[in-house]
């Protein structure tokens, strides 16, 4: 398996601009996740999925942040307008969890930097 | 609540010299425990967890953790640093309030190793 995959990469945009962030999991995960990682807040969970369903949106800052798991290989994550405080790492992990005994490991992407200038 | 503390945003070894990063958790059930690593610009890798089996858990690259409830604590070890094992480390707790889905990262341990 190739891993949990993220595009793009590196992303560089001007306020007010939308933004969209792109996550592919494991083949057979059934759980999703997405974090924001900043020098000044850390790692922040921000909402994550069970079944493509999404569980806890807590974490999503504003309403300018929203997420969608439309099926289970693919999920976005969108920020609209963004704003330079939005510059962070994000990343998605996914991991497969039947029930809710046992460790939730997560495997992790290799992240999108978004810089919004 | 679930929460884990790192007591050191900063770690200094010698090449060949013991590591030792500390984590206290806070947890109301028997918490599922887990220590990531982060390379330089790169995504998080499991180095090992706890779940309440063996309270001595080894990972990988040498490292080992030992969960001591009765000091809330998970510190991870390894005998030897080496130049590679210079990252970022996170402890974690998986809220099992939440099934078990909910990961709570600490603020992570920057290991520096010195030549």
Known sequence: DAGVIQSPRHEVTEMGQEVTLRCKPISGHNSLFWYRQTMMRGLELLIYFNNNVPIDDSGMPEDRFSAKMPNASFSTLKIQPSEPRDSAVYFCASSFRTGTSGANVLTFGAGSRLTVL | AQSV??????????????????????SSYSPSLFWYVQHPNKGLQLLLKYTSAATLVKGINGFEAEFKKSETSFHLTKPSAHMSDAAEYFCVVSDPGTGGFKTIFGAGTRLFVKA
């Open chain 2, 5 to 26: 503390t790192q007591l050191d945003s900063h770690v200094s070894v010698s090449e060949g010299t013991p590591v030792l990063l500390r984590c206290n958790y806070s």
